[in-house]
């Protein structure tokens, strides 16, 4: 198994659904969950982004809502 590390960046508080001032942590998780957390706060509903092999839905406690 091919692990690759990467580190997003998330500038501004989507509205005030976003709380900033944190750095979170998310083990093994699939960079399309952030897409579609971020698809889900801008009012566009998915479950999933392109390959959807490593599961569905956005990231846990990353939006307020």
Do not use: Q
């Not at 990467?6 to 509205?15: D, P, Q, R, V, Y």
């Not at 942590?25 to 509903?45: D, R």
């Amino acid at each position: 198994m091919i692990t690759t590390i990467c580190h997003f960046l998330l500038i501004g508080g989507a509205g005030g659904d976003l709380t900033t001032g944190r750095y979170l942590k998310y083990k093994e998780e699939a960079h399309t969950k952030l897409l579609v957390s971020i698809a889900n706060t801008m009012g566009v509903k998915l479950d999933k982004f392109g390959y959807d092999g490593h599961g569905k839905g956005g990231l846990p406690n990353l939006f307020k809502s």
